[in-house]
């Protein structure tokens, strides 16, 4: 059982910066790929970033590729999403999630879920 908490949203206007942790109880964080998804309202769940197990593979949405860096400290037991650029789109419920799998990046990937932190970027 992996518990999964955010932190780090917030408001912040176009061209600004925020960085989420994502906070992994138990001793076994480094065995998961880690991954972070948004939920704008009306809209589905969807992919955003994504790392391995040892943070040397990452995979990233089109739409913010560029622009948001993973990262995690397994040392921490926390992965992070770095956002720079951000625009008004990228409002959304942010969530991260801890996967078994080698990598993933698709939603039915992964097994345990934050609560997800709100991401507000006014124009």
């Known amino acids: 059982q992996v518990q999964l908490v955010e932190s780090g949203g917030g408001l912040v206007q176009a061209g600004g910066s925020l960085r989420l942790s994502c906070a992994a109880s138990?001793?076994?964080?480094?065995?998961?790929?880690m991954g972070w998804f948004r939920q704008a309202p009306g809209k589905e769940r969807e992919f955003v970033a994504a790392v391995n197990w040892s943070g040397g593979s990452t995979y990233y949405a089109d739409s913010v590729k560029g622009r948001f860096t993973i990262f995690r400290d397994n040392a921490k037991n926390t992965v992070y999403l770095q956002m720079n650029s951000l625009k008004p789109e990228d409002t959304a419920v942010y969530y991260c999630?801890?996967?078994?799998?080698?990598?993933?990046?698709?939603?039915?990937?992964?097994?345990?879920w934050g609560q997800g932190t709100q991401v507000t970027v006014s124009s």
């Open positions: 138990g001793r076994t964080f480094s065995r998961y790929a």
């Open positions: 999630a801890a996967s078994r799998k080698v990598i993933a990046t698709t939603l039915d990937e992964y097994d345990y």
